[in-house]
């Protein structure tokens, strides 16, 4: 079930002695994992560069529908971006609450998607009445062909603060933050007429206020505050954890005495 809806990655319910596994974080791993699981390593056409791991995690080399841990190995479970990529995403979800008694799932929402399009995205999600709903993407009407990824993942993040403090105070806008508990509530492709025209149709005023509930004025006043001191904690961490340099996967693996994995397919999980 769901807990909470975090601010961003950086908020998120994890305590001191939590043991944290992270899947599919790619090129972007989370400082706080203890595992990191990646499947296809060789293959960049599901991220934006190659896979990066810091010198106190371990590498496992997995598919996030067969993880090798035993149920409930871990305290808290990240998922960050990966979900929409997924062949098999009942079996994802699935796999993730059984090794983990809590953790946190992001993806783009089905605005995020329009935005910042890519063909890899087998999925449209969104957060709906505490479920993540999913969507086969290739019945949504629009234009997912080209990828402004450059634009809304690489560049306005880190060079607009509008742009920052938008993603904070409409958190769900672009981006579906679900931090859980015990299992994740979801729905795949679904007909009922409920959540189907959310996908299919124009939203009218009444599915919009459902996505995103009106505010009155003092309560906009204490988000934009509240997302102003956290972009400001958010620049004290990044001096923290600026001397801490990742390591590529092939100095990972030199370090523990190993050779490269190999893969033999471009789907990742």
């Known amino acids: 079930m769901r807990t909470r809806r ?7 319910s994890i305590r001191k002695k939590d043991r944290v596994l992270e899947v599919g974080p790619g090129h972007n791993p ?23 791991i810091y010198a106190h995690q371990q590498f496992v080399h997995a598919d996030g529908e067969h993880l090798p841990f035993k149920d409930k190995e871990f305290d808290y479970v990240i998922c960050n971006q990966v979900l929409e990529h997924v062949n098999n995403p009942a ?5 993730i609450c059984r090794v983990g008694k809590r953790g946190y799932m992001e993806t ?14 087998k999925w449209v999600i969104l957060d709906i009445d505490d479920k ?55 729905i795949i492709n679904p007909q009922d007429m409920y959540y189907l025209p959310f996908f299919t149709q124009k939203w ?16 906009e006043i204490r988000k934009v505050c509240s997302s102003s001191y956290h972009l400001i904690k958010g620049k ?15 100095q990972y693996l030199k370090n523990q005495g190993q050779n490269p994995p190999h893969h033999e397919s471009t789907d990742r999980f």
């Open 108 to 121: 783009p929402s089905l605005i995020g998607e329009f935005l910042f399009p890519k063909e890899a995205h």
């Open 30 to 52: 989370f400082f706080r994992s203890n595992v990191i699981v990646d499947k296809y390593v060789n293959d960049n056409t599901h991220r934006c560069g190659d896979i990066k």
């Open 204 to 219: 009218d005023r009444t599915m919009v206020e459902k996505l995103f509930p009106p505010r009155n004025v003092l309560s």
């Open 236 to 250: 004290i961490r990044q001096r923290f954890i600026r001397g801490k340099e990742c390591l590529t996967l092939e």
């Open 91 to 95: 079996s994802f979800i699935q796999e």
């Open 6 to 12: 975090p601010t961003d990655r950086w908020d998120l």
């Open 132 to 186: 993540l709903v999913l969507y086969d993407k290739n019945l949504v009407p629009g234009n997912y062909k080209n990828n402004y990824g450059e634009l809304f993942l690489n560049y306005l993040p880190y060079q607009s603060l509008p742009y920052k403090l938008l993603g904070l105070t409409e958190g769900e806008l672009m981006i579906n933050r679900y931090e859980w508990e015990n299992n994740i509530d979801f």
